[in-house]
């Protein structure tokens, strides 16, 4: 089974994210904001503002009825910034300009501890959804949508980031928002630290065996049954990329790595909260032992795996019937039918006919991509090639 993307879940952001340093665009945007929070807004007459409310990590949306047999489809719920009058301007993060009109800007806010924000909270076709659960829900094929989870990931990622560095790391003094959100300055005019966002870059790799015909996939203890994929770990500092490859695989499995050949990148704003803003960077990772010795610690098993029985695994599971399940949901969340409630991946993993010892994750993950394309003979997402003894690196410019 090959599915063909555009760009990975979270990449391929619409709008524009221009250097908040340089960008004559945003300061415009953030007067234009002041202005209308202050002596506040008609709806009608500010249609190149748009916001998007977060409550506890988990964008506003609304959820567009099904036409006949179609599939619901969901869109972020952006309302004007009549809903925000004599909000602090602090509150707010700039997420850029609409690729179509430079005077169209987007603006993201945590509204978790707002007690008089009320959309989302009473069946009225808006809601706050987990963004694991939009990340399912989305079909990879409707380039609007996808370009809409990519906007919310990457809001998430801001906003989680400003929830959770509230302070200079410096001098321990109180860090406040500038260039639009983008950044935060230490407060203490001793100090002055400028603090950027963080990003947690992390290896995920397909470890393949000496012949290129089996590859290693684990499980961990978190993951629902039957459920296998690729090992990754978080990057040490001082530390390459191949080398933390490396380190992880030996350290979580015993086998030794030589060639590392790199595939591509997906952002992952969707881990905790403690880290919101993760870069998940794929890579071929080619064994030169073949015992394995699980680190329990860190996993519940790995093994060996062969093309044949990957093959059946992604082709078991309906990924568009569970991306339709989830859309439904989404659809009856936004409806007021299933209000408030949570769906596990469990919920989405929709199998045809009898049951597979094993499945692989969801086009929504990187993993994904990186099985299918070992498995398939693929270059890259969803290209087709030969089946060399050793794949070729690939970049997203492919794609």
């Known amino acids: 089974m090959a599915i063909h ?5 979270f990449a391929g952001n619409p709008l524009k994210l221009s250097n908040p340093v340089q960008s004559n665009a945003q300061e415009r945007s953030l007067e234009t904001l002041k202005s209308l929070l202050v002596k506040g807004a008609v709806e009608e007459s500010t249609p190149d503002v748009r916001i998007l409310a977060f409550r506890k990590g988990r964008p506003l949306v609304r959820s567009l009825d099904p036409v006949g047999n179609s599939t619901p489809i969901w869109r972020l719920g952006w ?55 939009l990340m399912v829900a989305t079909d990879w094929s409707d380039t609007g949508a996808m370009g809409e989870l990519s906007i919310a990931g990457h809001a998430r990622a801001l906003l989680e980031w ?42 995920i790799m397909l470890v393949i065996d000496k012949e290129n015909d089996r590859i290693l996939l684990s499980r961990q203890s978190r993951f629902v049954p039957r459920l296998w994929s690729c090992l990754a770990g978080f990057i040490e500092p001082g530390e390459s990329l191949e ?54 610690a860190e996993l519940e098993d790995a093994q060996w795996h062969s093309r044949e029985n990957v093959r059946r695994a992604l082709s078991v599971v309906e990924y568009q019937k569970a991306q339709r399940t989830a859309a439904v949901k989404v659809n009856q969340m936004c409806t007021g039918v299933e209000k408030g409630q949570n769906f596990s ?55």
């Open 162 to 203: 400003h929830r959770t560095s509230r302070f200079c790391g410096h001098c321990g003094s109180i860090a406040a928002p500038i260039d639009a959100g983008k950044r935060k300055q230490c407060t203490n005019e001793s100090c002055k630290k400028k603090i950027y966002p963080r990003v947690d870059p992390v290896v």
């Open 5 to 9: 993307l555009q760009a990975h879940a």
């Open 345 to 399: 991946s469990s919920d989405f993993n929709v199998e045809s006919g009898e049951l597979a010892p094993m499945f692989i994750p969801g086009p929504f993950a990187i993993a994904h991509h990186l099985i299918s394309s070992w498995a398939h003979h693929q270059s890259a997402l969803g290209e087709p090639g030969p089946a060399p003894k050793h794949l070729p690196p690939t970049s997203l410019s492919s794609m």
């Open 243 to 296: 080398e933390a490859v490396q380190r992880e695989t030996r350290e979580e499995t015993g086998i030794e790595v030589g060639q590392v050949v790199y595939h591509s990148s997906q952002p992952w704003p969707v881990g905790p909260n403690s880290m919101p803003c993760q870069l998940m960077m794929g890579f071929f990772a080619y064994a030169k032992s073949l015992e394995v010795c699980v680190d329990k």
């Open 79 to 133: 309302i004007p910034p009549s809903k925000f009058k004599e909000v602090s301007l602090d509150s707010f993060v700039y997420l850029g300009s609409a690729a179509e009109a430079d005077d169209a800007a987007y603006w993201a806010i945590d509204v978790t501890d707002d007690a008089v924000f009320r959309l989302g909270s009473s069946g009225d076709e808006f809601c706050f959804v987990e963004l694991r659960t």
